[in-house]
């Protein structure tokens, strides 16, 4: 498919956070520019609750797309309809997408999902990944159904998970560079009928849950490493945080470590111990853990509850 194939194809963008936001700038810069883009509405974000745009809908407006933010995305059927579009490519969008809105495209409905389905489909695969301290993840294209992350496989490919630190925010955006080159190679495919899609093994599927604020709590009965990882999996949200003088204190980044070390502040977990590296107390900006005790001496005699 050349140059010009790509941009007379007419497509639908649908996503919402900075995955989705890589891969449509990974599109767009590979010819493949929507016709219109489709996120979820402005939200008030921060303590002064601040309206605040998707990142979809930042990189939509650098490169003057079209961009329609329903409430509801069955809400936009009837326009969408007019317009006639090949394909709808989907990434984080956030919503099921209603059977009204998968017949439409020529193409059908194309969904990037960011795991090896069917392991961890739904709404957290990435920070699941990180939780369970997977050493191999990867991202997975399928054409769309009515049902969350379950229609036929149309290609996938692994990602090996070299960094042990990895956090969500990292991991997010190498899946995404992953996905804009597997998009890239397998739409011409798509469209000229050379790939079939193939179901899912239903009995190898597992399932992630929505990962709510309280979930960044702290429960220090666990081991070292299950917060460490919780630590790295919530980063950048809802962050991973424990309670000291009656203020809440998020752990940004931290080690395990089975002894307790000198020169550091360790606290005992359920098993083994978790060195604090760097922290941000409520109201405050991160502070690395030596700047901070120097302010605050009697964070050592620190006991979490």
């Not at 605040?52 to 069955?74: C, F, H, R, S």
């Not at 203020?247 to 089975?258: F, Q, Y």
Request: aromatic fraction near 6%.
């Amino acid at each position: 498919m050349n140059k010009e194939q790509r941009t007379e194809l007419k497509i639908i963008f649908m996503g919402t956070p900075g995955f989705g936001a890589i891969i449509l700038e990974g599109l767009i810069k590979n010819n493949y520019k929507p016709a219109l883009v489709i996120t979820a509405p402005d939200k008030p974000v921060g303590r002064k609750q601040i309206l605040t745009p998707p990142l979809v809908k930042i990189i939509a407006q650098k490169y003057e797309i079209p961009v329609e933010q329903p409430k509801k995305v069955l809400n936009y059927k009837l326009q969408a309809t007019r317009m006639k579009p090949d394909l709808i490519i989907i990434a984080a969008y956030g919503e099921i997408i209603p059977k009204e809105i998968l017949e439409i495209p020529k193409h059908g409905c194309l969904n990037v999902h960011p795991s090896l389905l069917p392991k961890y489909r739904g709404p957290s695969p990435i920070q699941t990944i990180i939780l369970n301290g997977d050493k191999e993840t990867g991202t997975t294209i399928i054409l769309i159904d009515e049902k969350m992350d379950h229609g036929p496989i149309i290609t996938n490919r692994q990602l090996p998970i070299s960094d042990p630190k990895i956090t969500t925010d990292e991991l997010s955006k190498e899946l995404a560079v992953l996905s804009i080159d597997l998009l890239v190679e397998i739409i011409p495919k798509w469209i000229n009928g050379e790939i079939k899609a193939r179901p899912q093994d239903k009995s190898k599927a597992t399932y992630t849950k929505i990962i709510k604020k309280e979930d960044g709590k702290i429960n220090w009965k666990k081991s070292a490493i299950e917060i460490e990882r919780q630590i790295r999996a919530f980063y950048p949200w809802p962050g991973t945080f424990t309670f000291w003088k009656g203020k809440r204190i998020k752990i940004l980044k931290a080690e395990t470590s089975k002894t307790a070390p000198e020169n550091n502040l360790a606290i005992k977990c359920g098993k083994d111990y978790l060195i604090i590296k760097k922290l941000q107390p409520e109201g405050k900006k991160p502070i690395e853990i030596n700047d901070f005790l120097r302010g605050h001496p009697d964070f050592i005699n620190f006991i979490p509850k």
